[in-house]
T-cell receptor, first 114, second 116 residues
Framework: KAGVTQTPRYLIKTRGQQVTLSCSPI?????VSWYQQTPGQGLQFLFE???????NKGNFPGRFSGRQFSNSRSEMNVSTLELGDSALYLC?????????????FGNGTRLTVT | DQQVKQNSPSLSVQEGRISILNCDYT??????FLWYKKYPAEGPTFLIS?????DKNEDGRFTVFLNKSAKHLSLHIVPSQPGDSAVYFC???????????????FGKGTLLTVNP
């Protein structure tokens, strides 16, 4: 069974640009969550999608947005990039049911903003 | 305000000995706790979890203990192996998340090094 796939693995952007990251969840998983990992703040929750609807959102500015498609694949967009957005962006999928299945993470997209 | 704290940034143990990783939390609404392991250049991998209705959960060499009154949990690895060397994250989710594991709050991680 294929794991969570994130593309691209590495990305270099310039301040002010925008970026789109992609995530393909494990087959059958309907919930996709996004996390930002930085050395100073650790892993921080961005948002979670279930059946194409955003179910919850973390404390990030509106420059961070996402969406989920009917096949459960998800994209995350960051507009007007700032230097502080440099981080590892992790996507995680789960069944999203009330039984509480663990999150399965992808290997992340390393974003560097210069 | 850090709701999940891992106060030890690093821990070094000898192969074969016990590794004990600690985690404290402040939010009394947290009712489900997880441990993840992360190797460099890879995403976190789920290790073990515990519900607030239990005080211990065991899976092979890994045991998680939960002390609700102290708002403290720990992960024990016995015996420790060099392949266990990784960053370990403690995570928690609140009761109101409807049973699913989204919106996890993570600690900043502890780097475990197991020396041969």
């Amino acid at each position: 069974k294929a794991g969570v796939t994130q593309t691209p693995r590495y990305l270099i952007k310039t301040r002010g640009q925008q970026v789109t990251l992609s995530c393909s969840p494990i087959s059958g998983h309907r919930s996709v969550s996004w996390y930002q990992q930085t050395p100073g703040q650790g892993l921080q929750f961005l948002f979670e999608y279930f059946s194409e609807t955003q179910r919850n959102k973390g404390n990030f500015p509106g420059r961070f947005s996402g969406r989920q498609f009917s096949n459960s694949r998800s994209e995350m967009n960051v507009s007007t990039l700032e230097l502080g957005d440099s981080a590892l962006y992790l996507c995680a999928s789960s069944f999203g049911s009330k039984l509480g299945s663990p999150l399965h993470f992808g290997n992340g997209t390393r974003l560097t903003v210069t | 305000d850090q709701q999940v704290k891992q106060n030890s940034p690093s821990l070094s143990v000898q192969e074969g000995r016990i590794s004990i990783l600690n985690c404290d939390y402040t939010n009394s609404m947290f009712d489900y706790f997880l441990w993840y392991k992360k190797y460099p250049a890879e995403g976190p991998t789920f290790l073990i979890s515990i519900s607030s209705i239990k005080d211990k959960n065991e899976d092979g060499r890994f045991t998680v203990f939960l002390n609700k009154s102290a708002k403290h949990l720990s992960l024990h690895i016995v015996p420790s192996q060099p392949g266990d060397s990784a960053v370990y994250f403690c995570a928690a989710r609140p009761f109101d998340s409807g049973g699913s594991n989204y919106k996890l709050t993570f600690g900043k991680g502890t780097l475990l090094t197991v020396n041969p």
